[in-house]
T-cell receptor, first 115, second 110 residues
Framework: NAGVTQTPKFQVLKTGQSMTLQCAQD?????MSWYRQDPGMGLRLIHY???????DQGEVPNGYNVSRSTTEDFPLRLLSAAPSQTSVYFC??????????????FGPGTRLTVL | KQEVTQIPAALSVPEGENLVLNCSFT??????LQWFRQDPGKGLTSLLL?????REQTSGRLNASLDKSSGRSTLYIAASQPGDSATYLC?????????FGAGTTVTVRA
């Protein structure tokens, strides 16, 4: 298994540009999520999904869209990039979306800079 | 809103000493607690998962305890090695959402 994969590893955008961060897992995990990690703020949940076709907002959803058309993929879209979205983005997944919840596995991250 | 605190923020110990990392959380209605390791510029590696009904979990030199009623967890790392140098994060799961502490950065001196 490749586990949780994320592309790209690095990205530089200009203010106002849009882009999609890709996340995929090959473990047949029901639950997938996106976090951002900022110095002094820790990791914060952006959006999550408990299965194909089902998504919901986390703590900091503004400026981001998600969809989940397949079990394997959970892309994160930045609609109009802003400097405040400069961060490291992590995708995570776990097998179950119901109790007992399993451990969550994280991807290697995407480092995004918005100029 | 769940708040997760990790103390201390940083720790430096000589090789061979045991490490004790603390994590506290404000809402005890958690499903589980997970400890992660993060190396600089890298992703998160899962170390241990403790379900809410469990008191502790062990893996090799690592042992984690959970006291849900008091909102506390402790990660013990026995006989530390320079390779244990990293940031350790704890996270608690409520209603599909993981809430993270800011982490404890550990340096093990050779």
């Amino acid at each position: 298994n490749a586990g949780v994969t994320q592309t790209p590893k690095f990205q530089v955008l200009k203010t106002g540009q849009s882009m999609t961060l890709q996340c995929a897992q090959d473990m047949n995990h029901e639950y997938m999520s996106w976090y951002r990690q900022d110095p002094g703020m820790g990791l914060r949940l952006i959006h999550y999904s408990v299965g194909a076709g089902i998504t919901d907002q986390g703590e900091v959803p503004n400026g981001y869209n998600v969809s989940r058309s397949t079990t394997e993929d959970f892309p994160l879209r930045l609609l109009s990039a802003a400097p405040s979205q400069t961060s490291v983005y992590f995708c995570a997944s776990s097998y179950s979306s119901a109790p007992p919840y399993n451990e969550q596995f994280f991807g290697p991250g995407t480092r995004l800079t918005v100029l | 809103k769940q708040e997760v605190t990790q103390i201390p923020a940083a720790l430096s110990v000589p090789e061979g000493e045991n490490l004790v990392l603390n994590c506290s959380f404000t809402d005890s209605a958690i499903y589980n607690l997970q400890w992660f390791r993060q190396d600089p510029g890298k992703g998160l590696t899962s170390l241990l998962l403790i379900q809410s009904s469990q008191r502790e979990q062990t893996s090799g030199r690592l042992n984690a305890s959970l006291d849900k009623s008091s909102g506390r967890s402790t990660l013990y790392i026995a006989a530390s090695q320079p390779g244990d140098s990293a940031t350790y994060l704890c996270a608690v799961l409520n209603d599909y959402k993981l809430s993270f502490g800011a982490g404890t950065t550990v340096t093990v001196r050779a």
